[in-house]
């Protein structure tokens, strides 16, 4: 189980399931939308997932003419956790401020567009595209 907050804590979540690894995307869009090398996540079942509060304060942008869409807090700005799938939520690993001491980097995807830059010194495994574990 794992609880985690935006940065002004105006929306916060909590899990009901041990979190696995980090996925790290590199991807064009991911980087443009965090203006940095990419977006750490962790992906979790839609069932083992609970907003504590603030679900009112999430608004979301969808990119035009992609389906790729982003949720935020419309308080502070933090990305916040959002639909993967329709079975998967994705939660930005830096909101989780409570359980996620042993999560790891397990997987980095999009690593054919990372920016060059961007330097990749774990032990996750590299993924040139997509990757669905």
Known sequence: ????????????????????????????????????????????????????RGEEHITSWTKPGTEWRTWFCGVCGSRVPGANDENRMFIPAGLISDGGESLRVMHHIWVGSKAGWDEIGDSGRLHREAFEG
């Open 1 to 52: 189980m794992a609880q985690g907050e935006c940065n002004c804590g105006a929306v916060a979540f909590e899990t009901g399931e041990e979190l696995s690894g980090i996925y790290v995307c590199h991807c064009s869009i991911c980087r443009r939308a965090t203006g940095s090398n990419g977006i750490a996540v962790v992906v979790i079942d839609n069932r083992a997932f609970r907003w504590i």
